[in-house]
Each structure stands twice: as C-alpha cells, then as structure tokens.
C-alpha cells in the first residue's frame, strides 16, 4: 500500500487557499490548518483575534522554535492523521524552513499546491468576506481591511519567508476565474496527484 499523500497548500491571504483546501477535504483528505496553533493561542491569552495580535503570536513562535516552528509543532498531527491511513491537507505552510523540514521527513510524500492572485483582487475578495461569510466562530474566512491584507502580504513576505514555498510547488493555481474555473483545475491537479 502507498504511502497516504500530504499536500501542503501555499499562498497569500485571500488567493483562494481555503477554496482548494476544501476541495481537497472533499476528496477525503484530512484537515490540518497550521495556523491554528495561532489562534488557539491568542484565545489561550484572551485577546481578540487581530491582524496585530496573531502577527505578534506567530513572530513570538517562530522566535521560540525558529522559523519551522509550524511544522515542528504540528508533525505529531500529521503524523498522527497518516497511522490513521488518511491523506493529509496542510492548510497554511508558510515559510521556507518549515517546507524544508516537511520535505525532509515526508520527501516525495509532500506534494506543494500554490494559489495565486494578485494582491488588488485578493484585496478586494478579503473585504468582501464578512458580508459574504458572515459570523465565522472557527475565523477559517477572515475579513480584512484592504490596509491590514497589505501590511499582513509585507510581514509574511519580510518575516516568515513565505516566498519560498510557492517557488517551490508541485503545482500552481491561478485563481482569477470563476469558481467553476477553480474546480476544473482541482480536477485536474487531484487526479495527477492519485496518480502519482
């Protein structure tokens, strides 16, 4: 038997990540959002969800545990979700140490899926999330103004080494199409990846 899949998926906030992510769920991929342990800890400390307080988490994190820290602190879900035989769906990889640790423990196990779209659309598609989303308790389909998208594109650019993954992916998405758009291309990504 092969061994289970494990995608990571990569891109800037609001290129359609979570669309592809729950394309992927739906296929029967487990769910692993790495930033997670971000917003559990900003709950754990009793702040409010913001741009500024997750931004000062995830540096504090990465400080802590240097710039892997996501993939060091969320190995033992992955590998807890393959010994249960599942794929994995990696929501959220972010910088160029935390894709060099996965790629040396998982090797050709990892599969990297980037989203793409430019910052103006992307902007605009953040700004339209709440009225679109509405109340979202698990915070997976944030809002954000076009001012903290931009500030938020700067810091995961200049501080956490964002960049890198994206260069590196297996595939590229280029999400500026409809969502019927999206989903041919998950098909044919999907299927290249069982086939794998």
């Known amino acids: 038997m092969p061994?289970?899949?494990?995608?990571?998926?990569?891109?800037?906030c609001g290129a359609g990540k979570s669309e592809v992510a729950d394309r992927f769920v739906r296929e029967?991929?487990?769910?692993?959002?790495?930033?997670?342990?971000?917003?559990?800890?900003?709950?754990?400390?009793?702040?409010?969800?913001?741009?500024?307080?997750?931004?000062?988490i995830r540096e504090a994190l990465r400080k802590e545990h240097g710039m892997a820290a996501f993939a060091i602190l969320n190995q033992p879900k992955i590998d807890t979700l393959l010994a249960e035989g599942k794929p994995v769906l990696v929501d959220g990889l972010y910088s160029w140490s935390e894709y060099k640790v996965l790629k040396e423990k998982y090797g050709t196990s990892l599969t990297v899926v980037?989203?793409?779209?430019?910052?103006?659309?992307?902007?605009?598609?953040?700004?339209?999330?709440r009225s679109r989303y509405g109340d979202d308790p698990k915070m997976k389909y944030r809002s954000f103004s076009r001012n903290e998208a931009k500030a938020r594109d700067y810091a995961e650019i200049e501080n956490i080494e964002k960049a890198g993954p994206i260069a590196m992916?297996?595939?590229?998405?280029?999400?500026?199409?409809?969502?019927?758009?999206?989903?041919?291309?998950m098909s044919a990504i999907i299927s290249s990846i069982h086939a794998a």
């Open 3 to 12: 061994t289970p899949q494990i995608v990571a998926i990569v891109g800037l």
């Open 28 to 56: 029967g991929f487990a769910y692993l959002r790495f930033g997670q342990i971000t917003l559990d800890e900003v709950a754990r400390r009793g702040l409010q969800p913001t741009e500024a307080n997750e931004k000062e």
């Open 114 to 129: 980037a989203v793409y779209a430019p910052p103006e659309v992307r902007y605009a598609r953040l700004e339209d999330r």
């Open 169 to 185: 992916a297996n595939y590229t998405i280029v999400n500026t199409g409809t969502l019927e758009d999206l989903d041919r291309t």
